[in-house]
């Protein structure tokens, strides 16, 4: 997909992944609609050039208005990306399920709410990409990260089946799954924190610009699948082959970190 003049929407605008997909699509001359709940961290990033949409995307209302906003401002949205989301670091056997409910919320029906705003756009011009920011976590399961594991999963696999529903329409979606992304992910969780020797060693890390660039790389190419960083691969693969021997590699991980 050419970037040029497209009109890109992105959530969790305000930092992190979001604000560097701010900066790396407007250097490619994007027109932007940025979403965040912090008014003042998003019109930082967005600057005189981008359209500041400051709210909840785990509201119904919000949302419809942040996609009509785009909408009356741009005339179309080409590319939403959606790339807010929140962690939780408790056990699935005890968490309580209300605060399971707030991640799913975020990190699953947020993004379905939103493709499902979007797709009308798109579908009448032909054209369009839904970008969903995944993880390496939401291809193999991390013990001590079980239930944001399982959200992310759930996302990826709602992001190959809208692929196949949409292409028909001309509309690409694409599955991004960054490593460890070098920003305040995980301050922000819900509850719990990680290992403290997970939090040192950070493997498959990646920062927030190079990801920013995979995914615009990514948009560019109209790929289906975005692992950063590469050596991600790896990790994944050698799980689809031999997934007892990673399953007992993460378990010890957690243990040796407990």
């Known amino acids: 997909m050419q970037i040029a003049e497209s009109v890109v929407l992105i959530t969790g605008a305000s930092q992190g992944i979001g604000a560097a997909c701010a900066a790396a699509f407007r250097r490619r001359g994007a027109k932007l609609a940025l979403i965040a709940r912090n008014q003042e961290k998003l019109s930082a990033v967005a600057g005189s050039d981008a359209l500041v949409l400051a709210g909840d995307i ?58 499902q705003l979007a797709i009308p756009h798109m579908r009448q011009r032909g054209r369009g990409m839904l970008v ?66 997970l939090q040192r060693g950070r493997p498959l890390s990646v920062t927030a610009a190079e990801c920013a660039e995979a995914i615009v790389r990514g948009v560019e190419r109209d790929s289906r699948l975005v692992v950063t960083p590469r050596a991600g691969w790896a990790a994944i693969w050698l799980h689809r082959l031999f997934p007892a021997a990673v399953d007992r590699y993460l378990m010890r991980m957690r243990e040796r970190a407990a």
């Not at 920003?183 to 922000?188: R, S």
Request: glycine share 8%; aromatic share 8%.
């Open 132 to 197: 969903n920011v995944s993880s390496i976590a939401g291809e193999l399961t991390l013990p001590w990260f079980t239930l944001y594991s399982t959200s992310k999963h759930a996302l990826g696999s709602l992001t190959t089946g809208l692929r196949m529903e949409l292409e028909r329409d001309g509309i690409q979606a694409m599955t991004v799954c960054p490593g460890y992304v070098n920003t305040e992910f995980q301050q922000h969780a819900i509850a719990g924190r990680p290992p403290a020797s």
């Open 58 to 115: 785990t509201d119904a209302a919000f949302r419809q208005e942040a996609m009509e906003r785009t909408i009356q401002t741009y005339g179309t949205i080409d590319v939403l990306i959606n790339n807010a989301g929140i962690g939780l670091y408790l056990p699935a056997s005890n968490a309580p399920v209300a605060q399971v409910r707030e991640l799913f919320e975020l990190n699953f029906f947020a993004p379905l709410a939103l493709s």
